[in-house]
């Protein structure tokens, strides 16, 4: 932090935590929130107090480990579902999920932490995993003060009333609206640059009046081409299509980026790194080398994780011009870049495809203008005049963000352990959300409805029993998202009699989620037999849930995976692995990774007998080896 001339929002941010006062900061994508975060970190270290830093995805987790391991050598750790290094360190790197989980669970852990921060803060927006912040929020310890930081919060003074009537804290809230690195927005639409917003809403008008006019497409060569002529490169290409990404890449993959020189250089060591961690057998190596021997590549959660490393190693050495990417490149990797363009301003949001949200655009087009490097950055989106109208572009740019708001539908494992905790008072945690804090009447009547038919499905199934919770109940508050399934086939006897290899393909079934369209494998007569027991088992549930007004249901089990995993519990090679399914193999990787957490979570109920505890440890070393090893692949430098 020294010889560094600080922002004013920087400033006055250090200076409240330095003061011990919790702070919310709120500044646009690239302004330098982190440089706020590292204060605290290194006034931790200095003062001998021990600090989480939580983020919202693993890979953000893992780059915040390789990050702050270089910076403060010793003092980093890191704890994931399929990673544990260093936990006792002063600075530790966590999933949010997993400190919810401390919290309710193991709190003595937390003791000797002084800070908790909150990366992307925002995420408590989020309708699928909001919750978990929300919920981590509320049970923050006594003793632990919050730095949350996130791109703008339009309702930034509610979520601050919010946080000072739950807890004595005072809270400080920063906000800085201007960009250290000024953002232009560009256009391409019927294959022609516009420069300006008002000469493209003119045109488009022309186009709306005229029935006979004929859209042209946008042609990928005329914006590579501009921007080689303009200085534009390093650019990140954002689509929300993984295949889109790959097919934009071979569309251009013959548009040489680089010199001689820079193409010795990229290819030696992209070469060294796909040799150094043995994946010169993975089946994207042979499409991606001639494309990064022209500065060009391609990522997204269907790589290997550690072939995404090195494309992102590669990035940062400025090797890599042009990368087409999905969305998750923009979630806090320090990947920036010169110029951003959107390939379409349409997405899908887990239940529904729509327009992007005025908050991911500015996440996203936040990567262009490298602060210290640029003086200004550029956002070229690619606009088709029958797929979006003028008015809704204009929204999005030009429009306000969005407010954050309340996602709580807190899961069984959360309601058993509060319940443990609390009894029947679990009720009076309700008032302390942030929903309540947000919600109308007829809302909060609906949430509170919602715990109490929860609670009575807990009872009817005997996970509740009188005023404390039953053994099955034990571990069903350990694994979280699948508490049910699991509490039910462990009462049942079901997973004591299980071989190792089925207790792995009803775990990877479990966790699996197939995407839409996705091919079914045929299974062999042993796995048929366990999928028809489970697919009754499921209906079951979800019959007693939609009698009780539950939502949403409990996931059902999903085979895609099984041969691929028997295949792997065997001792396939990971390279042979897509002859059984047609799945990514950075999917395949995720799932396998998945089972291992779920694995440790049963491991770690006090419930468990030594038999399933011997069947559990034996999957685990048979699953847990080469590419699936997270721990393994952190540990090793890229």
């Known amino acids: ?91 530790l790197i966590m999933t949010t999920e997993i400190f919810r989980n401390a919290i309710l669970v193991d709190s003595g852990f937390l003791k000797s932490r002084e800070w908790i921060i909150f990366d992307e803060i925002h995420y408590l ?87 006979s006019a004929v859209i042209k497409s946008n042609r990928l060569h005329p914006l590579l081409k501009y921007l080689k002529e303009n200085s534009g490169y390093p650019c990140v290409y954002f689509s929300f299509s993984r295949r889109r990404c790959e097919d934009l890449a071979g569309e251009v993959g013959s548009f040489n980026l680089l010199n001689k020189s820079e193409q010795s250089r990229i290819t030696t060591l992209f070469n060294e790194l796909i040799e150094k961690f043995n994946i010169t057998d993975s089946e994207h190596i042979n499409f ?53 363009t959107f390939d379409n301003l349409v997405k899908y949001y887990g239940t529904h495809t729509g327009y992007i949200k005025t908050r991911d655009f500015y996440q996203m087009a936040g990567r262009a203008g490298r602060r210290g490097s640029d003086k200004e950055g550029f956002v070229f989106s690619k606009i088709n005049p029958n797929k979006i109208t003028i008015p809704s572009l204009e929204k999005i740019i030009y429009g306000n963000y969005e407010p954050i708001h309340s996602q709580l539908n ?27 804090h947000q919600a109308k009447n007829w809302q909060k009547k609906e949430v509170t409805s919602l715990l109490r038919r929860k609670i009575a499905l807990l009872r009817e ?40 290899e089925d207790l792995f393909t009803t775990i990877l079934s479990l966790v699996y989620e197939p995407r839409k369209g ?61 002859k059984f399914c047609s799945v990514d193999e950075g999917e395949i990787v995720r799932y396998f990774r998945m089972s291992i957490q779920a694995f440790r979570e049963i491991y770690s109920s006090p419930i468990i007998d030594a038999g399933l505890k011997t069947k559990i440890k034996n999957c685990l070393k048979r699953i847990n080896r080469d590419v699936v090893d997270a721990e393994r692949q952190l540990r090793q430098e890229i």
């Open 1 to 91: 932090m020294k010889n560094f001339k600080l922002d004013k929002f920087q400033e006055e941010a250090i200076g409240y935590t330095r003061k011990n006062h919790s702070v919310i900061v709120s500044a646009p994508t690239g302004a330098g929130k982190t440089l706020i975060a590292e204060d605290v970190i290194e006034e931790c270290i200095k003062n001998k107090k021990g600090v989480i830093y939580t983020a919202p995805v693993k890979a953000l987790s893992n780059q915040k480990f390789r990050d702050f391991s270089k910076k403060y050598p010793k003092h980093t750790g890191i704890l994931t579902g399929d990673v544990c290094i260093n936990r006792n360190a002063p600075i």
């Open 125 to 211: 927006d989020d309708p699928q995993r909001g919750t978990v912040w929300e919920e981590a929020i509320i049970l923050l310890p006594s003793h632990m003060k919050m730095l949350a930081l996130s791109a703008t919060i339009p309702n930034i003074d509610e979520f601050v009333d919010w946080l000072s009537s739950v807890h004595s804290f005072e809270v400080k809230s920063i906000v800085e609206k201007t960009r250290p690195v000024p953002l232009h927005f560009f256009f391409q639409c019927n294959n022609n640059f516009y420069f300006n917003f008002s000469q493209l809403k003119k045109d488009s008008d022309l186009f709306a009046k005229d029935n």
């Open 288 to 340: 991606l080398y001639p494309l990064i021997k022209n500065g060009i590549a391609y990522h997204h959660a269907g790589l290997l994780p550690t072939l995404k490393e090195i494309i992102e190693r590669l990035f940062t050495t400025g090797l890599i011009k042009l990368i087409f990417t999905t969305e998750t490149f923009a979630l806090g990797i320090n990947m920036p870049a010169k110029t951003v």
């Open 410 to 436: 807190s899961c069984y494992a959360t309601i058993l352990n509060l319940y443990k905790i609390m009894g029947d008072k679990i009720l009076d945690i309700y008032p302390n959300s942030f929903h309540f």
């Open 461 to 500: 199934l005997s996970y509740i029993v009188d005023k404390t919770i039953s053994r099955k109940a034990e571990l069903a508050a350990k694994v979280y998202s699948f508490e049910i399934p699991i509490g039910e086939l462990f009462a049942q006897g079901f997973l004591d009699n299980l071989s190792e």
């Open 518 to 578: 996705e091919h079914r494998p045929k299974l062999n007569k042993r796995v048929r037999r366990v999928k028809r027991h489970l697919d009754k088992f499921a209906r079951d549930i979800n019959r007693l849930e939609r009698k009780f007004r539950v939502a949403p249901l409990t996931k059902r089990f999903y085979f895609h995976l099984s041969e691929a995993g028997r295949a792997w519990f065997g001792g396939t090679d990971f390279k042979n692995l897509s």
